[in-house]
């Protein structure tokens, strides 16, 4: 069975930075493209960024291009979004979600991820 664990969440200032994790485990990570998600207050789930299994392409939402970076550690099942320059707008749960099946020009469709974690709360106060 596949399971995701995110961390990494917290409270910080405007401003700020964090570096949210998500380790995979019961599955072949290399295999899986992996992303973030999150929700925040008001508004529904949205794409944050993808990071393919090969060749290190990433896509970012317009929101954090510039801000946030993904990135994967093979040999470590993990993947990593580092949020710097928080913005209040940025407080949300910040979810991963892993897919062995998904062609890229689908990446930012949360439908087309068969695994997700539990999410870690981000919150950025101003």
Not at 1 to 29: A, D, M
Not at 108 to 113: A, D, L, S, V
Request: positive net charge.
């Amino acid at each position: 069975q596949v399971q995701l664990e995110e961390s990494g969440g917290g409270l910080v200032q405007t401003g700020g930075s964090l570096r949210l994790s998500c380790v995979v485990s019961g599955g072949t990570f290399s295999r899986y493209t992996m992303a973030w998600f999150r929700q925040t207050p008001g508004k529904e789930r949205e794409f944050v960024a993808v990071h393919s299994v090969r060749g290190g392409y990433t896509k970012y939402s317009d929101s954090v291009k510039g801000r946030f970076t993904i990135s994967r550690v093979n040999a470590e099942n993990t993947v990593y979004l580092q949020i710097n320059s928080l913005r209040p707008e940025d407080t949300g749960l910040y979810y991963c979600a892993a897919s062995s099946t998904i062609i890229m020009s689908a990446a930012t469709n949360g439908r087309q991820y068969g695994y997700w974690g539990q999410g870690t709360q981000v919150t950025v106060s101003s």
